[in-house]
């Protein structure tokens, strides 16, 4: 009777010990996960933080377009300062400081980087926003963002070379 009793009560005291382990090893695991999400956090947010003072300190006026509708997503202070734009106006015609003689060929090159994922340059004259010529070294190219699928933005970095010009042309 004592060893029914045993067989009994035995297993599933077993069984109740046995899962208590596994809670237990879930629950380490689960702190462990959590943590390193943290860490990978902290790191992801270090580096965003470091784009983003490169971006803005850059000498070179960066705007960052949708791959999809061409509109600007961003703009750093280069370009606030060089063309009087709003870092905070998203839907920005960036190509309202382009010189009209070279607003097909922007277009046109903007067109192939999307299609082909090549980075591509050019230069070109473009308006300040206190109506000076600026001529530029213009380069695009593609940032496919987390996926490698269709490109997510492009990049375009403009580069003042408007003294060079003066000079080559003096």
Not at 17 to 36: C, D, K, S, W
Not at 70 to 97: C, H, K, Y
Request: charged share 25%; aromatic share 4%; proline share 2%.
């Amino acid at each position: 009777h004592e060893l029914r009793v045993l067989e009994l009560f035995g297993d599933p005291a077993a069984l109740a010990i046995f899962n208590a382990g596994l809670v237990e090893r879930i629950q380490e695991q689960n702190e462990a996960l959590e943590e390193r999400v943290a860490e990978r956090t902290a790191e992801l947010q270090d580096v965003s933080q470091s784009v983003e003072a490169i971006l803005d300190n850059s000498s070179d006026a960066i705007i960052i377009l949708s791959a999809e509708t061409g509109r600007a997503e961003r703009i750093n202070r280069t370009a606030v300062r060089w063309f009087g734009m709003s870092p905070n106006d998203v839907q920005l015609n960036w190509r309202s400081f382009i010189a009209a003689e070279s607003q097909a060929a922007v277009s046109a090159c903007y067109a192939r980087v999307v299609a082909t994922g090549q980075p591509e340059r050019q230069e070109l004259e473009v308006r300040a926003a206190d109506g000076a010529v600026m001529y530029v070294d213009l380069a695009m190219t593609i940032d496919r963002g987390a996926g490698a699928g269709r490109p997510a933005r492009v990049i375009c970095s403009l580069r003042d070379i408007t003294v060079r010009k003066q000079a080559l042309s003096a």
